[in-house]
């Protein structure tokens, strides 16, 4: 059993950067993988991130590369997700969630831990 708890969000202006982190606890970091996804009211959930916990390659969501990074720190078993150039279309609820494959998938469904989830709102 793996417990995530996510912590860094709150309210950011439009253009801002903010870090969210994702603590892993209960579980082995030895073949996971480990993403982030957020969903905004009305919407799907949307992968943002994923990180391959073995070979450290990531994976983005669409046109999100570039302003969004994924990182960890591997002795705090927490992964960290750096968001820049924020805009008010970044506005959602951010997931982190783990899975137990070295694949990194976009689809929510594959994915069987997930944290309760922090809010980033971007106002102007």
């Known amino acids: 059993q793996v417990t995530l708890v996510e912590s860094g969000g709150g309210v950011v202006q439009t253009g801002g950067s903010q870090r969210l982190s994702c603590a892993a606890s209960?579980?082995?970091?030895?073949?996971?993988?480990m993403a982030w996804f957020r969903q905004a009211p009305g919407k799907e959930r949307e992968f943002v991130a994923g990180l391959n916990w073995v070979n450290g390659r990531t994976s983005y969501g669409d046109s999100l590369e570039g302003r969004f990074t994924i990182s960890r720190a591997n002795a705090k078993n927490t992964v960290y997700l750096h968001m820049s150039s924020l805009k008010s279309e970044d506005t959602a609820v951010y997931y982190c969630?783990?899975?137990?494959?070295?694949?990194?998938?976009?689809?929510?469904?594959?994915?069987?831990?997930w944290g309760q989830g922090t809010q980033v709102t971007v106002s102007s």
């Open positions: 969630a783990a899975r137990y494959s070295p694949a990194v998938i976009t689809t929510p469904s594959e994915y069987t831990y």
């Open positions: 209960g579980g082995t970091s030895a073949s996971y993988t």
